[in-house]
T-cell receptor
């Protein structure tokens, strides 16, 4: 158990819909990261928050948005869903935000299926 | 854009064999990590290497960081079925706050 909690574990929805994925980081971790994992693209970095503020942005689509709340939990919002958005979405947390010794602890992921 | 290339993509071996998987980049890492991911779970950190030429051992796993800090290898001795999984390397560059992952090596160890 990494200490990172993600909900829901599985989600099936239709194209055009909107979903929200939730992440609670490990106790004491200030940074939250979102990654998308698909078979052909591997683990793709989407976005990072540190103590409520956006710190780094990766390959995140404009249809996707995220935020980190004062209690440090984070939500990833995916809208106007397309078939190609079907993937595993992972949240990870770390104590710090940057530097050579960054170590991530991953949740078990949310599997999104868009039909 | 920094890229991490891992090889081989797939590896299927018998229990007791040795194996090495590789992680390469054209850029210099400030640090590199290896993770293992099992089906239905998130990646789990195995090791972090920071210094060029560094070698770290974790039981039957040996991790090496290249002298120029552009590549790394993971060697498993006497592989066991419990070693089966997706091995991912992840690199950090400079002061970047995020890790970039390779696509992984999918290892299957048959009894």
């Amino acid at each position: 158990d990494s200490g990172v909690t993600q909900t829901p574990k599985h989600l099936i929805t239709a194209t055009g819909q909107r979903v929200t994925l939730r992440c609670s980081p490990r106790s004491g971790d200030l940074s939250v990261y979102w990654y998308q994992q698909s078979l052909d693209q591997g683990l793709q970095f989407l976005i990072q928050y540190y103590n409520g503020e956006e710190r780094a942005k990766g390959n995140i689509l404009e249809r996707f948005s995220a935020q980190q709340f004062p209690d440090l939990h984070s939500e990833l919002n995916l809208s106007s869903l397309e078939l190609g958005d079907s993937a595993l979405y992972f949240c990870a947390s770390s104590v710090g935000a940057r530097g050579g010794r960054l170590e991530l602890f991953f949740g078990e992921g949310s599997r999104l299926t868009v039909l | 854009t920094q890229l991490l290339e891992q090889s081989p993509q797939f590896l299927s071996i018998q229990e007791g064999e040795n194996l090495t998987v590789y992680c390469n980049s054209s850029s210099v890492f400030s640090s590199l990590q290896w993770y293992r991911q099992e089906p239905g779970e998130g990646p789990v950190l195995l090791v972090t290497v920071v210094t060029g030429g560094e070698v770290k051992k974790l039981k039957r796993l040996t991790f090496q960081f290249g002298d120029a800090r552009k590549d790394s290898s993971l060697h498993i001795t006497a592989a066991q079925p419990g070693d089966t999984g997706l091995y991912l390397c992840a690199g950090a560059w400079g002061s970047q706050g995020n890790l970039i992952f390779g696509k992984g090596t999918k290892l299957s160890v048959k009894p």
